[in-house]
């Protein structure tokens, strides 16, 4: 059995990590009606790996014996406005997200959760992977963005993404 408090804060993030598919999704339409059907894959590949990311969750709780509760998903409320501010709304939105995370694994260590706090690493390691993309992305838009020509290569290294399911035993 799980901590209530540990319990509940996985229950939210599986909440917001649907959300954040949702504004992935909202990005990935953002740049296909610009034209950068490669950043358009990103973030559609982006959306999936959150709508997993919130299932992995759903199981590590049902697994433990927990109800999930599943609650309205809100809609993206950032108005779209250019390729570059796009980008720096994934970045300020993953931030947002490993605070998050890190809530939840201080909630689990406060409660000696070592099963939990276990679960968690995966999900720090891979958000220090997601800010450092998102960042990677921004210089690389900062640099290239304004150059038709470089701009094509970027959006042509974005579509080059492919999907490959975490796999993280529970």
Same mark, same amino acid.
């Given at each position: 059995?799980?901590?209530?408090?540990?319990?509940?804060?996985?229950?939210?993030?599986?909440?917001?990590?649907?959300?954040?598919?949702?504004?992935?999704?909202?990005?990935?339409?953002?740049?296909?009606?610009?034209?950068?059907?490669?950043?358009?894959?990103?973030?559609?590949?982006?959306?999936?790996?959150?709508?997993?990311?919130?299932?992995?969750?759903?199981?590590?709780? /049902?697994?433990?014996? *927990? #109800?999930?509760?599943?609650?309205? &998903?809100? =809609?993206?409320?950032?108005?779209?406005? !250019?390729?570059?501010?796009?980008?720096?709304?994934?970045?300020?939105?993953?931030?947002?997200?490993?605070?998050?995370?890190?809530?939840?694994?201080?909630?689990?260590?406060?409660?000696?959760?070592?099963?939990?706090?276990?679960?968690?690493?995966?999900?720090?390691?891979? /958000?220090?992977?997601? *800010? #450092?993309?998102?960042?990677?992305? &921004?210089? =690389?838009?900062?640099?290239?963005?304004? !150059?038709?020509?470089?701009?094509?290569?970027?959006?042509?290294?974005?579509?080059?993404?492919?999907?490959?399911?975490?796999?993280?035993?529970?």
């Amino acid at each position: 059995m799980l901590d209530k408090k540990v319990a509940e804060l996985i229950n939210d993030q599986i909440n917001k990590e649907f959300y954040s598919a949702y504004l992935y999704l909202d990005f990935s339409v953002y740049y296909e009606e610009v034209g950068l059907d490669g950043f358009a894959n990103w973030y559609m590949i982006q959306a999936q790996e959150e709508r997993d990311h919130a299932v992995l969750m759903l199981q590590y709780l /049902q697994n433990n014996g *927990e #109800k999930v509760t599943l609650e309205a &998903i809100a =809609k993206p409320d950032k108005e779209l406005k !250019d390729k570059l501010q796009v980008l720096e709304l994934g970045l300020e939105h993953e931030r947002y997200v490993t605070s998050l995370i890190h809530t939840i694994y201080e909630a689990a260590y406060s409660a000696k959760d070592f099963r939990t706090m276990q679960f968690l690493d995966w999900f720090v390691k891979e /958000q220090g992977e997601e *800010e #450092k993309t998102a960042e990677d992305m &921004i210089k =690389k838009m900062r640099l290239f963005g304004d !150059d038709a020509k470089s701009l094509y290569a970027l959006n042509s290294e974005m579509a080059g993404r492919t999907y490959t399911a975490p796999s993280l035993t529970l």
